[in-house]
């Protein structure tokens, strides 16, 4: 029973252009997200995280946006560059204190230069 | 000043053997976690413990133990490995009062 769903396994994008990358969720318990970039042969490390309180959160060029109501979450990249080029996997928990991440499949995204 | 270490990084071995995977974080993070990566790419939680105790383990064989000397360390050891252990580990460490997670590189382990 996969909770937390990535539906597109890969995405290409022109250099200096925008990524959405979409993460959807069934689990309404849970309460935080993460976004994880992976680069082979290497683990994942955190990119951007936003709590249920809130709709949106921006890091730079990194802003994660979240619909409650729709069980879905998106990552924007603007604008996009060759190094974003990674796997990107979305990440969510239910309670905080328990700290179990439940995560999705990962996206491949390519910047094309 | 690697933050989160593993070693080996590959580890190839039979079927039946007896192996051990080191993870070391020098973060000062309370919690620590081993992670399983099948073939299918999906990353699994499999054991938690947060200063050295055990907080969540997840359904997996008992033939996975884990051991954890201090806050810093946190070892896998598998006994009787089968076909199917074959996967990429991850250790990851985290603050106790965070969700951020930060991993370490993987180990390969391939069983034959």
């Known amino acids: 029973d996969q909770q937390v769903k990535q539906n597109s396994p890969s995405l290409s994008v022109q250099e200096g252009r925008i990524s959405i990358l979409n993460c959807d969720y069934t689990n309404s318990m849970f309460d935080y997200f993460l976004w994880y970039k992976k680069y082979p042969a290497e683990g994942p490390t955190f990119l951007i995280s936003?709590?249920?309180?809130?709709d949106k959160n921006e890091d730079g060029r990194f802003t994660v946006f979240l619909n409650k109501s729709a069980k879905h979450l998106s990552l924007h990249i603007v604008p996009s560059q060759p190094g974003d080029s990674a796997v990107y996997f979305c990440a969510a928990s239910a309670n905080f204190g328990n700290e179990k991440l439940t995560f999705g499949t990962g996206t491949r995204l390519t910047i094309i230069p | 000043d690697t933050a989160v270490s593993q070693t080996p990084k590959y580890l190839v071995t039979q079927m039946g053997n007896d192996k051990s995977i080191k993870c070391e974080q020098n973060?000062?993070?309370?919690?620590m976690y081993w992670y399983k990566q099948d073939s299918k790419k999906f990353l699994k939680i499999m054991f938690s413990?947060?200063?050295?105790?055990?907080?969540i383990n997840e359904t997996v064989p008992n033939r996975f133990s884990p051991k954890s000397p201090d806050k810093a360390h946190l070892n896998l050891h598998i006994n009787s490995l089968e076909l199917g252990d074959s996967a990429v580990y991850f250790c990851?460490?985290?603050?106790?009062?965070?969700?951020?997670?930060?991993f370490g590189p993987g180990t390969r382990l391939t069983v034959t």
């Open positions: 413990y947060n200063n050295k105790e055990l907080i």
């Open positions: 936003i709590s249920s309180i809130k």
């Open positions: 973060l000062g993070h309370d919690t």
């Open positions: 990851a460490s985290s603050p106790q009062t965070t969700y951020e997670q930060y």
